[in-house]
Nanobody, 131 residues
Framework: QVQLTESGGGSVQAGGSLTLSCYYT?????MAWFRQTTGNEREGVAG????????????????RFADSVQGRFTISTDTAKDTLYLQINDLRPEDTAMYYC???????????????????WGRGTHVTVSS
């Protein structure tokens, strides 16, 4: 049974850091983090190829987030532990959202966080940043 289980969310003050984790049980060619705020569509944050480590930041569909994400967000994987990570530094109130990890067994190469590319999803972990 395919499972993606996120953890590491919580409440932090602006300027703080968090590392989100996602344990997965699926053979995957691309993995990604997405986030969603209340009333808004889910947007891509970053994607990574577990095989090559090549990463991509920002939502390639909307063109947003790339500047505000890159430099503060770091996506990584530990394939020995079947775990995906998202380290977030210098957290801002606008980073408050539900964060989801996703996996794809269909796409590879440059793993853009395009929602339709990913067929497996976790339930999410919530991050709240207070000013």
């Amino acid at each position: 049974q395919v499972q993606l289980t996120e953890s590491g969310g919580g409440s932090v003050q602006a300027g703080g850091s968090l590392t989100l984790s996602c344990y997965y049980t699926v053979k995957t060619t691309c993995m990604a983090w997405f986030r969603q705020t209340t009333g808004n569509e889910r947007e891509g944050v970053a994607g990574i190829s577990p095989g090559t480590g090549l990463s991509f930041y920002g939502d390639s569909r909307t063109g947003r987030f790339a500047d505000s994400v890159q430099g503060r967000f770091t996506i990584s994987t530990d394939t020995a532990k079947d775990t995906l990570y998202l380290q977030i530094n210098d957290l801002r109130p606008e980073d408050t959202a539900m964060y989801y990890c996703a996996a794809s067994s269909k796409y590879g190469g440059v793993c853009r966080p395009v929602e339709s590319w990913y067929q497996f999803w976790g339930r999410g972990t919530h991050v709240t940043v207070s000013s």
